[in-house]
């Protein structure tokens, strides 16, 4: 992988030498991207198995995975809403369904 000037882009050649660009996750890159959110993950951690695909997929990079904080002794997600842009990728990824996509208007009563 080489540089192209700009943090977070780098570029990968393919098996043929064709080089593409890729854009690394990088928090806050895109500014405060928990606004755009329409809907937010939420977990059941009783579901979660601490896998890290929820991790590994998120393209904002806003998951961290806490070990041992979950109610098996497993690592599970804390996700920082102030950049979630609630793409519901984790979601998709998740192979147990342990996180939900909510509305965020069900949120609004709480946060005021
Ligand atoms: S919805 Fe999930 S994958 Fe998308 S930004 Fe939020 S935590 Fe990351
Ligand atoms: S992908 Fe699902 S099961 Fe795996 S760590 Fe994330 S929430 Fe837990």
Same mark, same amino acid.
């Given at each position: 992988m080489t540089g192209q000037g700009r943090p977070g882009l780098v570029a990968v050649a393919d098996p043929a030498g064709h080089v593409l660009p890729l854009s690394l996750a990088d928090k806050g890159s895109a500014g405060? #991207? !928990?606004?755009? $959110?329409?809907q937010r993950p939420v977990l059941n951690p009783d579901k @979660? #198995? !601490? @896998?890290?695909m929820c991790w590994l997929y998120c393209p904002e990079d806003v998951i961290d995975m806490k070990e041992g904080? +979950?109610? $098996?002794g497993q690592a599970i997600p804390v996700i920082d809403y102030e950049y979630c842009? +609630?793409?519901g990728v984790c979601a998709v990824a998740c192979p147990t369904r342990a996180l939900e996509m909510v509305d965020e208007e069900k949120f609004m009563h709480e946060e005021g």
């Open positions: 405060r #991207t !928990g606004f755009w $959110r329409t @979660c #198995t !601490g @896998c890290f904080a +979950g109610p $098996r842009k +609630g793409c």
